[in-house]
């Protein structure tokens, strides 16, 4: 076994502190490598807190995870010890299933392994997050990632980056099209520097009126205050697309009567309690409302080389780990510019 440090949450009603813990031994398909930056997403709060299901503690948090490689196992092909590696969401799925054969890990039908709070193919093994010194991945679940780029502001692609580019990708949003971001946070962001990337024409739609000029500086067209009911009711029936990264319960019928005829409304922000939807607030103007889950392997290096080639990072606050606290506060009030990441050389 490979002992390993980490923060962990001991239960749900715990705050985290430094965790002593097991990672396998590095086998034939295995990688290694030391953590040097952990994105702080908003997930990582929910399911510490069993926000959306009871779960597995310890919990060692962290899915944005980016560092050097430091052993391979003796069939890796992809990564030799000082290379840059990441990963994401994800370390593992049945890989036969008819998702997992097209790339898409996230949709695994027979359950696949996320970093953290859940357990490895086995259904037994817990696994445990980028909150910590060191990690064992199988090589197909490890990213390349650029020298070019700032590494730590690279972390948060691999979750709020990736979370964001598969539904823009997918529903093909590009020029021509008005997409709105509802929240300005981590996702909310990367969604605005991807659609502008993409040719759309972006608007911010926030509750904090702070945002406005940051909206602008990441590349936004647009900026509505959303608590403004002038501002809300000049933007009615205008967006082909909205892109929901909120955190918290909040108001469908409003933001969905902000689309146009055939509009699109698409849910990757995760409240703890089910939404309202009104029948009507869909059934006049045919609207849809669908969702999305991070993404797939071959998506995610897709979304990261596209990164590397378009020198698109995150907006990162680098923090200690033992401020992980203050970072979740800010967190909660809204307060994110746009994504904590915690330099891992402050793990002692
Ligand atoms: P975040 O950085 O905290 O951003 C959330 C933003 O939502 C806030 O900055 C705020 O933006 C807005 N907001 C918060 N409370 C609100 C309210 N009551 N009404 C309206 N807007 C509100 O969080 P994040 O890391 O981007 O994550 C966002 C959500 O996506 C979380 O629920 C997370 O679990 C989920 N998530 C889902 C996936 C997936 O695969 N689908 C992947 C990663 C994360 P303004 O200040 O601009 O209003
Ligand atoms: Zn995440
Ligand atoms: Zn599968």
Redesign the pocket.
């Known amino acids: 076994m490979i002992q390993a440090k980490g923060y962990a949450a001991q239960s749900p009603t715990t705050d985290l502190a430094p965790w002593n813990f097991d990672r396998r031994e590095v086998g034939p398909h295995d990688v290694q490598f030391d953590i040097l930056f952990c994105g ?4 990582d709060l ?1 399911q510490i807190r069993n926000d959306w299901f009871p779960g597995i503690f310890p919990m060692v948090p962290g899915h944005e995870i980016v560092g050097r490689v430091v052993k391979v196992g003796n069939h890796v092909k992809k990564f030799k010890a000082g290379d840059l590696a990441a990963t994401g ?1 994800l370390v593992d799925s049945c890989r036969t299933c008819e998702n997992c054969r097209e790339g898409l890990e ?1 949709y695994c039908l027979n359950g696949h392994s996320l970093t953290y709070n859940s357990t490895e193919q086995d259904g037994k093994t817990p696994t445990y997050g980028g909150y910590s010194n060191t990690i064992v991945v199988h090589e197909d679940f490890v990213l390349h990632i650029s020298d070019k780029l700032d590494l730590a502001a690279v972390a948060p692609l691999l ?2 980056g990736i ?1 964001t580019y598969s539904p823009l990708r997918h529903w093909k949003v590009g020029k021509g099209h008005k997409l709105a971001v ?7 962001h990367m969604a605005v520097k991807f659609g502008v990337a993409f040719g759309a024409e972006v608007t ?5 009126p702070k ?1 406005e000029a940051d909206a602008k500086k990441l590349g936004a067209h647009h900026f509505v205050l ?1 608590s403004s009911p002038e501002q809300v009711a000049a933007a009615k029936g205008i967006f082909d697309f909205i892109l929901d ?6 108001d469908f019928a409003l933001y969905l009567s902000l689309l146009k005829t055939n509009g699109t409304h698409i ?5 703890s309690k089910p939404s309202e939807i009104p029948p009507f607030s869909i059934i006049v103007g045919r609207k849809s409302v669908a ?4 993404g797939g392997l071959p998506e995610t290096q897709e979304m990261l080389d596209f990164c590397a080639a378009n020198n698109i990072v995150s907006d990162i606050e680098l923090i200690d780990i033992k401020d992980i606290h203050k970072a979740y506060d800010r ?2 009030k ?3 510019r ?2 904590f990441v915690i330099d891992m050389a402050s793990l002692q």
């Open positions: 702080v997403c908003h997930s929910h969401c996230q979750c709020a979370t509802l929240g300005l946070g981590g996702l909310g911010v739609l926030s509750t904090s945002k959303t990264t909120v955190s918290a319960e909040h849910c990757v922000g995760v409240p969702g999305s889950s991070i967190m909660l809204g307060d994110v746009y994504r």
